[in-house]
């Protein structure tokens, strides 16, 4: 069994910055591929960031693209997401999910997860 645990969500004023962190146990979690969803009230969850299992790759929403960045710290087990000039539409649920084999490449699909954190809320004022 996986865990994965979200943390540094917050309250921060529009063209601000956070960082959201996720902790993972109970498996090998360099060989993984990591991804960052939100969930905005009243929407569907969406897929913001991933990164492959050894960091080499990255990819991002069109809407995040710029502001955040995805990064993984295998020696820790932690996967972050540093956002930079937020916006109120960047207010959410984040959540933090692993792919479900290892070794796989970028993964955008939640089908491709497995394993999902219970999320930290970002809010963004304006």
Excluded at 33 to 59: H, L, P, S, Y
Excluded at 100 to 115: K, N
């Amino acid at each position: 069994q996986v865990q994965l645990v979200e943390s540094g969500g917050g309250l921060v004023q529009a063209g601000g910055s956070l960082r959201v962190s996720c902790a993972a146990s109970g498996r090998t979690f360099s060989s993984y591929t990591m991804g960052w969803f939100r969930q905005a009230a009243g929407k569907e969850r969406e897929f913001v960031a991933a990164v492959i299992w050894n960091g080499g790759r990255t990819d991002y929403a069109d809407s995040v693209k710029g502001r955040f960045t995805i990064s993984r710290d295998n020696a820790k087990n932690t996967v972050y997401l540093q956002m930079n000039s937020l916006k109120p539409e960047d207010t959410a649920v984040y959540y933090c999910a692993a792919a479900a084999s290892p070794r796989s490449g970028l993964i955008y699909a939640e089908p491709g997860y497995r394993f999902w954190g219970q999320g930290t809320q970002v809010t963004v004022s304006s």
